[in-house]
T-cell receptor, first 115, second 110 residues
Framework: KAGVTQTPRYLIKTRGQQVTLSCSPI?????VSWYQQTPGQGLQFLFE???????NKGNFPGRFSGRQFSNSRSEMNVSTLELGDSALYLC??????????????FGPGTRLTVT | DAKTTQPNSMESNEEEPVHLPCNHS???????IHWYRQLPSQGPEYVIH???SNVNNRMASLAIAEDRKSSTLILHRATLRDAAVYYC???????????FGQGTTLQVKP
């Protein structure tokens, strides 16, 4: 069974631009969560989607948004990029919502660099 | 959000058991205790999780204190491939949100 895939793996953008990252969960998994990882803040929860609905959101500004499609694939968008948005963006999938009670499977991440 | 406290780093010798401690004194009744590990340049990998009882799987064992305010991840025989950052996390059963701390960097010496 294929794991969680994220595209692209690496991305370089300029301040002020916007970016869209994609995540394909494990087949059959309907819940997708996004995390941001930086050396200073560690891993921080961005949002969680299940059945195309956002179930939970972390403490990030409105520039960070996401969505989930009917095939469970998810995208996250960051508008008006800032230097501080440079990070590894990780996607995790789980079989059911409430992944806090079960295991989540993480993708390799998208490394975003903002210059 | 309930938080966890872990030592910043630990060392172990290869093929010896490793006990990684975690304190979570503000855990609520619906919080599950998760352990994930992250190898360099990879996403976190699920290790084990539990609610109240001790748990075993092919990777590790999880020992949970009776009052649930602390837990210990046990790697029975450390290998060089176990060198990673280990995160102890509390996850609510109602949400997929995991709150990661700084984790423990485990070094395994041959």
């Amino acid at each position: 069974k294929a794991g969680v895939t994220q595209t692209p793996r690496y991305l370089i953008k300029t301040r002020g631009q916007q970016v869209t990252l994609s995540c394909s969960p494990i087949s059959g998994h309907r819940s997708v969560s996004w995390y941001q990882q930086t050396p200073g803040q560690g891993l921080q929860f961005l949002f969680e989607y299940f059945s195309e609905t956002q179930r939970n959101k972390g403490n990030f500004p409105g520039r960070f948004s996401g969505r989930q499609f009917s095939n469970s694939r998810s995208e996250m968008n960051v508008s008006t990029l800032e230097l501080g948005d440079s990070a590894l963006y990780l996607c995790a999938s789980s079989l059911y919502p409430g992944g806090g009670s079960g295991e989540q499977y993480f993708g390799p991440g998208t490394r975003l660099t903002v210059t | 959000d309930a938080k966890t406290t872990q030592p910043n780093s630990m060392e172990s010798n290869e093929e010896e058991p490793v006990h990684l401690p975690c304190n979570h004194s503000t855990i609520s009744g619906t919080d599950y205790i998760h352990w994930y590990r992250q190898l360099p340049s990879q996403g976190p990998e699920y290790v084990i999780h539990g609610l109240t009882s001790n748990v075993n799987n092919r990777m590790a064992s999880l020992a949970i204190a009776e009052d649930r305010k602390s837990s210990t991840l046990i790697l029975h025989r450390a290998t060089l491939r176990d060198a990673a950052v280990y995160y102890c996390i509390l996850g609510s059963g109602n949400t997929g949100k995991l709150i990661f701390g700084q984790g423990t960097t485990l070094q395994v010496k041959p």
